[in-house]
Protein backbone atom coordinates (compact mmCIF):
# COMPACT_ATOMS: atom_id res chain seq x y z
CA UNK A 1 0.00 0.00 0.00
CA UNK A 2 2.17 3.80 -0.96
CA UNK A 3 1.38 6.60 0.12
CA UNK A 4 -2.24 8.18 1.21
CA UNK A 5 -3.16 10.33 -1.44
CA UNK A 6 -2.78 14.64 -0.87
CA UNK A 7 -6.41 15.23 -0.18
CA UNK A 8 -6.17 11.92 2.41
CA UNK A 9 -3.56 13.93 4.18
CA UNK A 10 -5.52 17.00 4.27
CA UNK A 11 -8.41 15.13 5.79
CA UNK A 12 -6.47 13.46 8.13
CA UNK A 13 -4.79 16.71 9.32
CA UNK A 14 -8.25 18.34 9.72
CA UNK A 15 -9.35 15.40 11.47
CA UNK A 16 -6.04 14.94 13.91
CA UNK A 17 -5.71 18.93 14.28
CA UNK A 18 -9.44 19.20 15.33
CA UNK A 19 -8.58 16.69 17.67
CA UNK A 20 -5.71 18.61 19.23
CA UNK A 21 -8.15 21.77 19.63
CA UNK A 22 -11.17 19.78 21.66
CA UNK A 23 -8.24 18.87 23.85
CA UNK A 24 -5.76 21.44 23.89
CA UNK A 25 -6.46 23.41 27.32
CA UNK A 26 -3.38 25.53 28.93
CA UNK A 27 -2.80 27.10 25.17
CA UNK A 28 -0.50 27.15 22.90
CA UNK A 29 2.66 25.17 24.96
CA UNK A 30 0.44 22.52 26.69
CA UNK A 31 -1.33 21.78 22.81
CA UNK A 32 2.50 20.87 21.99
CA UNK A 33 2.60 17.37 23.36
CA UNK A 34 -0.81 16.84 21.77
CA UNK A 35 0.98 17.95 18.25
CA UNK A 36 3.71 16.16 18.72
CA UNK A 37 1.46 12.70 19.68
CA UNK A 38 -0.21 13.06 15.95
CA UNK A 39 2.55 14.51 14.21
CA UNK A 40 5.47 12.24 14.84
CA UNK A 41 4.44 9.00 16.97
CA UNK A 42 0.83 8.71 15.26
CA UNK A 43 1.79 9.57 12.10
CA UNK A 44 4.75 10.28 11.43
CA UNK A 45 4.30 13.40 9.10
CA UNK A 46 7.64 14.54 10.83
CA UNK A 47 10.34 13.40 12.83
CA UNK A 48 11.62 14.62 16.53
CA UNK A 49 14.06 16.72 15.52
CA UNK A 50 11.56 18.22 12.63
CA UNK A 51 9.42 18.67 16.05
CA UNK A 52 11.67 20.54 17.49
CA UNK A 53 12.60 22.90 14.78
CA UNK A 54 9.02 22.94 14.04
CA UNK A 55 8.68 24.23 18.02
CA UNK A 56 11.74 26.65 17.59
CA UNK A 57 10.01 28.96 14.26
CA UNK A 58 6.36 28.57 16.27
CA UNK A 59 8.10 30.12 19.03
CA UNK A 60 9.96 32.98 16.90
CA UNK A 61 7.12 33.53 14.29
CA UNK A 62 4.41 36.21 15.40
CA UNK A 63 1.35 34.48 17.04
CA UNK A 64 0.47 31.85 19.48
CA UNK A 65 2.96 28.77 19.11
CA UNK A 66 -0.31 26.36 18.93
CA UNK A 67 -1.67 27.94 15.90
CA UNK A 68 1.54 28.20 14.20
CA UNK A 69 2.48 24.62 14.97
CA UNK A 70 -0.26 23.75 13.25
CA UNK A 71 -0.07 25.79 10.27
CA UNK A 72 4.10 24.85 10.27
CA UNK A 73 2.78 20.81 10.76
CA UNK A 74 0.21 21.33 7.99
CA UNK A 75 2.50 22.84 5.67
CA UNK A 76 5.47 20.13 5.86
CA UNK A 77 2.54 17.71 5.73
CA UNK A 78 0.84 18.64 2.59
CA UNK A 79 1.74 22.08 1.42
CA UNK A 80 -0.63 25.08 1.71
CA UNK A 81 -3.88 22.60 1.70
CA UNK A 82 -2.43 21.17 5.01
CA UNK A 83 -1.38 24.23 6.41
CA UNK A 84 -4.70 25.43 5.77
CA UNK A 85 -6.59 22.33 7.00
CA UNK A 86 -4.44 21.81 10.12
CA UNK A 87 -4.96 26.05 11.26
CA UNK A 88 -8.54 25.85 10.63
CA UNK A 89 -9.49 22.68 12.87
CA UNK A 90 -6.93 24.06 15.46
CA UNK A 91 -8.83 27.04 15.78
CA UNK A 92 -12.32 25.36 15.59
CA UNK A 93 -13.07 24.08 18.60
CA UNK A 94 -11.63 27.17 20.77
CA UNK A 95 -13.88 29.03 18.64
CA UNK A 96 -17.38 26.90 19.25
CA UNK A 97 -16.34 26.98 22.71
CA UNK A 98 -15.64 30.57 23.45
CA UNK A 99 -18.68 31.72 21.47
CA UNK A 100 -20.73 29.00 23.42
CA UNK A 101 -19.23 28.86 26.98
CA UNK A 102 -19.13 32.75 27.37
CA UNK A 103 -23.20 32.98 27.66
CA UNK A 104 -23.38 30.05 29.76
CA UNK A 105 -19.88 30.40 32.04
CA UNK A 106 -20.66 34.31 32.74
CA UNK A 107 -24.81 32.86 33.97
CA UNK A 108 -23.03 30.40 36.09
CA UNK A 109 -19.63 31.33 37.05
CA UNK A 110 -20.35 31.78 40.20
CA UNK A 111 -22.11 27.96 40.58
CA UNK A 112 -19.61 26.01 42.36
CA UNK A 113 -19.57 22.92 40.26
CA UNK A 114 -18.64 25.43 38.01
CA UNK A 115 -15.73 27.03 39.65
CA UNK A 116 -14.64 23.61 40.81
CA UNK A 117 -14.02 22.68 37.19
CA UNK A 118 -12.30 25.92 36.35
CA UNK A 119 -10.07 25.16 39.22
CA UNK A 120 -9.06 21.91 38.18
CA UNK A 121 -8.36 22.51 34.52
CA UNK A 122 -5.16 24.76 35.94
CA UNK A 123 -2.67 22.33 37.13
CA UNK A 124 -3.59 20.18 34.59
CA UNK A 125 -2.73 22.93 32.23
CA UNK A 126 0.32 23.02 33.90
CA UNK A 127 1.37 19.07 34.18
CA UNK A 128 0.33 19.52 30.20
CA UNK A 129 3.12 22.60 29.58
CA UNK A 130 5.74 20.48 32.08
CA UNK A 131 5.24 17.44 29.50
CA UNK A 132 5.81 19.77 26.30
CA UNK A 133 8.97 20.95 28.22
CA UNK A 134 10.80 17.55 29.13
CA UNK A 135 9.71 16.37 25.32
CA UNK A 136 11.14 18.88 24.05
CA UNK A 137 14.33 18.91 26.16
CA UNK A 138 15.35 15.14 25.13
CA UNK A 139 14.60 15.85 21.42
CA UNK A 140 16.79 19.16 21.78
CA UNK A 141 19.61 18.68 23.92
CA UNK A 142 21.73 16.10 22.08
CA UNK A 143 25.26 17.30 23.13
CA UNK A 144 27.21 18.95 26.76
CA UNK A 145 26.77 22.28 24.82
CA UNK A 146 23.51 21.86 23.37
CA UNK A 147 23.20 21.88 27.10
CA UNK A 148 24.78 24.78 28.20
CA UNK A 149 22.93 26.97 25.82
CA UNK A 150 19.32 26.07 27.37
CA UNK A 151 21.07 26.36 30.86
CA UNK A 152 22.15 29.90 29.77
CA UNK A 153 19.26 30.76 28.37
CA UNK A 154 16.97 29.66 31.05
CA UNK A 155 19.17 31.84 33.69
CA UNK A 156 18.70 34.85 31.23
CA UNK A 157 15.17 34.64 30.81
CA UNK A 158 14.08 33.91 33.80
CA UNK A 159 17.24 36.02 36.02
CA UNK A 160 18.00 38.74 33.42
CA UNK A 161 14.80 38.79 32.22
CA UNK A 162 16.26 38.94 28.54
CA UNK A 163 13.23 39.04 25.58
CA UNK A 164 13.33 36.01 24.51
CA UNK A 165 13.02 37.05 20.72
CA UNK A 166 16.48 38.16 21.71
CA UNK A 167 17.76 35.69 22.78
CA UNK A 168 16.29 33.39 20.18
CA UNK A 169 17.96 35.07 17.85
CA UNK A 170 21.44 34.89 19.67
CA UNK A 171 21.75 31.55 20.35
CA UNK A 172 21.10 30.83 16.60
CA UNK A 173 24.07 33.05 16.27
CA UNK A 174 25.84 30.89 18.69
CA UNK A 175 24.27 27.75 17.21
CA UNK A 176 26.05 28.74 13.97
CA UNK A 177 29.23 29.85 15.20
CA UNK A 178 29.74 26.37 17.05
CA UNK A 179 27.87 23.60 14.81
CA UNK A 180 29.27 24.82 11.56
Keep these: MGAPAPSMIVW ?3 SAFLRVG ?3 FGGGMAALPLIEREVVTR ?9 VE ?8 PG ?3 INAATFAGFRAAGVAGSVA ?16 FGILDRFRSHSLVASFLRGLRPAAVALIAVAAVSLTRAAIGDWFAAVIAGVSFFLVVRKKIDPVLLILLAGVVGMAVYR
Design 12 to 14: ELF
Design 22 to 24: FFA
Design 43 to 51: HGWLTSRDF
Design 54 to 61: LVALSEMS
Design 64 to 66: PIG
Design 86 to 101: ATVAFCLPSLVLVVVA
